[in-house]
C-alpha cells in the first residue's frame, strides 16, 4: 500500500483513549511497513473549545495532505473512527445548556458521517444510532470493537494489598467502578443500588471527579459509608481490577466503554446498562435496562452469596475477554484502510 495515513486527532496526549488506541493500531501499521503521520491541532490553548473545533477543522480541511484516518469529528475524513458515539442521542442524556460546542459538533459529526467513505462504530448499538440518526447507508458502517491486552495477573496478592490499605475483613466480596465523569457513568444510581443489598460487601469507587464530596454525602445519608470507598484517581488501578470480583458500570451513554473488558480480562463478574454498547458481549442476564434498573439487584445477591455461581461467571468472561484482543481488533482496521485506499 503505498499511500501515507494520516491520522486526525485534535488534541494529542499520551493517556487518552483514543490515544491509546492509536498507539496499538500504528505499531501495527509498522509491522506491515505502512507509514503513518500523526496530525492535531495548531492553536493556542487558551482559545474556547468550540473555536478550536472550528480552526482545526480548518487545518484539516482546507488544505488536506492525503488519506484522512480521523478520530475527530471533521468535514473530510476519508475512514472516520466513531469512537465518542453519536453527539446527538448522547445530547438527549445532558440537561440542555447554553454550550456553543454543541452545534459545532453537530454540524461536523453529520458531515464526517456522510463525506467518510468508511464509518468504524464500535459497537453495533453506535452503527443503529448513525442508521437512525443520520440516514447513513448501513453497509459503509463497520463494526469493529474495542481491543485490549490480556495480561497475567496475581488475585490473591491483589486482594491482600488492598485488605491491608483500606482495613477489610477477610471475608466479604469486593465491588468495583472505575471512571472518571461520575455524572454520566451513573455513581449516583451505583450508590442507590448499592444501598439495597442485604449481603455485606465492600465497594471501591475509583476515578476523578471534581463533585466527590456530593457523591461521598449522598453515601452517608443512604447509611453505606462505611463500606464505600472513593480512592479518587489512581495508578495502581489494575490492582482494584484484580482485587475486585464485581464490576458494575449504571452507565447513562457509552459508545463502547473499554473498562467492560477490561474488568472481564481482570475476571470480574460484570453488569452494564443496554445504554452501553460493550454490554453487546454481556449475557442479557447482566444488562440493567436503565442505570435506575434495580431488578438487578437479585444478580449481584446470587454473585455475592454462591460461590460457585460467581466463579463460573469470572471465569466465562475471562474467556470472552480473550476474544476481543488488540490484535484483532488492529487486523480489522488495517483491512478497511486497504479497502478505503483502494476506494478512492
Known amino acids: 500500500m503505498q499511500d501515507k495515513i494520516y491520522f486526525i486527532r485534535q488534541k494529542y496526549t499520551p493517556f487518552g ?122 453497509d459503509k458502517i463497520e463494526v469493529i470493537y474495542n481491543g485490549i491486552e490480556i495480561k497475567d495477573f496475581d488475585e490473591k496478592r491483589a486482594k491482600e494489598e488492598i485488605r491491608e490499605e483500606f482495613g477489610l475483613e477477610p471475608h466479604k466480596k469486593i465491588i468495583l467502578f472505575v471512571g472518571s465523569g461520575f455524572e454520566r457513568k451513573g455513581v449516583k444510581e451505583l450508590l442507590s443500588l ?51 470480583d464485581i464490576f458494575i458500570f449504571p452507565t447513562k451513554y457509552e459508545p463502547f466503554s473499554n473498562v467492560i473488558l477490561e474488568a472481564m480480562s481482570f475476571k470480574n463478574a460484570v453488569i452494564t446498562t443496554i445504554q452501553n454498547g460493550a454490554s453487546e458481549v454481556l449475557s442479557k442476564d447482566f444488562v440493567m435496562n436503565s442505570p435506575n434498573d434495580l431488578t438487578i439487584i437479585d444478580k449481584v445477591e446470587k454473585l455475592l452469596n454462591d460461590e460457585k455461581y460467581l466463579q463460573d461467571v469470572k471465569n466465562s468472561n475471562l474467556q470472552i475477554a480473550k476474544k476481543f484482543s488488540i490484535e484483532n481488533n488492529a487486523k480489522q482496521t488495517i483491512q478497511l484502510v486497504k479497502k478505503a485506499v483502494k476506494k478512492r
Not at 84 to 102: A, E, I, S, Y
Not at 209 to 232: C, P, Q, S, V
Request: net charge positive; with cysteine.
Open 194 to 244: 448499592l444501598s439495597h443489598i442485604k449481603s455485606p460487601f465492600y465497594a471501591f469507587i475509583v476515578g476523578k471527579e471534581k463533585k466527590i464530596k456530593r457523591y461521598k454525602e449522598m453515601a452517608k445519608k443512604l447509611n453505606i459509608e462505611n463500606h464505600i470507598f472513593f480512592t479518587g484517581a489512581r495508578e495502581d488501578v489494575e490492582k482494584f481490577f484484580t482485587a475486585s
Open 17 to 138: 483513549g483514543a490515544e491509546r488506541y492509536l498507539k496499538r493500531l500504528t505499531k501495527e501499521l509498522e509491522k506491515s511497513n505502512i507509514s503513518y503521520e500523526i496530525l492535531s491541532l495548531k492553536a493556542p490553548k487558551f482559545l474556547p473549545s468550540w473555536l478550536k473545533a472550528i480552526i482545526f477543522n480548518l487545518q484539516m480541511c482546507l488544505f488536506k495532505k492525503g488519506f484522512y484516518f480521523s478520530l475527530d469529528r471533521i468535514s473530510c475524513p476519508d475512514i472516520y473512527r466513531a469512537g465518542d458515539g453519536v453527539h446527538k442521542v448522547f445530547l438527549k442524556t445532558k440537561k440542555r445548556t447554553l454550550n456553543p460546542l454543541n452545534p459545532i459538533y453537530l454540524y461536523l459529526e453529520k458531515r464526517a458521517f456522510l463525506n467518510a467513505k468508511y464509518i468504524i462504530a464500535n459497537s453495533q448499538k453506535v452503527k443503529n444510532e448513525i442508521v437512525s440518526t443520520y440516514q447513513i447507508d448501513p
